[in-house]
């Protein structure tokens, strides 16, 4: 049995961090569905359904970027949370909040696919800058966390090293900025520049998992 100080008790700490990560690991395989089932079997007449699969290829090209987007914040979830504790209401309110924009990225990602299908520019900058905007605020949720958490040790596993969150702070700040920076080139530039920026971006949040450096 975990005991409490004092102050986190007072503080309003209410359970267990295992209940947060097994609600967690349940809710971010539905998003993976609903990402899925927006996948439609294209309209081909007889004889044509190969030409009409390989004519929808930036649709599942679109699809398969938020799936390996989601699926890398749902690592990142899973294993930040896995450094905690013990959560209070503070921080199920942040994490509600993570969850909230991540339930979001089927939207944009259904546009934006049929956006890249219709080879139409004019829609696929506006489903750029759709599904930047929807990303940077998953990006922007994540924020509030780590200063959160680096205050309030006493809610964090033992183990955890000193620093470990405050070297990762700006991690969902240069997220966000780089989606704007895709949305300001898929709008001025090529709409395919700013898929590319959501690619590097995805990887980046997958590279840098553990923050940057060392910890003091």
């Known amino acids: 049995m975990t005991t409490l100080r004092p102050h986190a008790a007072a503080a309003g700490v209410t359970a267990d961090a295992t209940r947060l990560i097994a609600f967690g690991d349940a809710f971010f395989p539905i998003v993976l569905t609903l990402l899925v089932i927006e996948i439609h079997k294209p309209d081909a007449a007889p004889g044509g359904l190969a030409q009409a699969l390989a004519a929808a290829w930036a649709s599942y090209a679109a699809f398969a970027l938020a799936f390996v987007y989601v699926g890398v914040i749902w690592l990142n979830h899973h294993g ?6 013990r959560v209070d209401r503070g921080l199920n309110g942040i994490n509600l909040g993570i969850l909230g924009t991540a339930a979001l990225i089927p939207f944009p990602t259904g546009v934006l696919a049929e956006a890249l299908q219709s080879g139409n520019t004019a829609d696929q900058r506006a489903a750029v800058v759709l599904y930047g905007v929807f990303a940077a605020l998953m990006s922007a949720a994540w924020a509030p966390i780590f200063p959160y958490l680096e205050r309030h040790r006493e809610r964090l596993a033992p183990a ?31 709409p395919w520049l700013a898929v590319v920026i959501f690619l590097l971006i995805v990887l980046y949040h997958a590279w840098t998992s553990e923050g940057f450096g060392t910890w003091a």
Do not use: H, K
Request: proline fraction near 5%.
């Open 80 to 85: 930040l949370f896995r450094q905690v504790a």
């Open 160 to 190: 955890v090293p000193g620093g470990y969150f405050r070297a990762q702070r700006s991690r969902p700040w240069f997220g966000a900025a780089a989606y704007g920076l895709a949305i300001v080139a898929g709008t001025i530039g090529s």
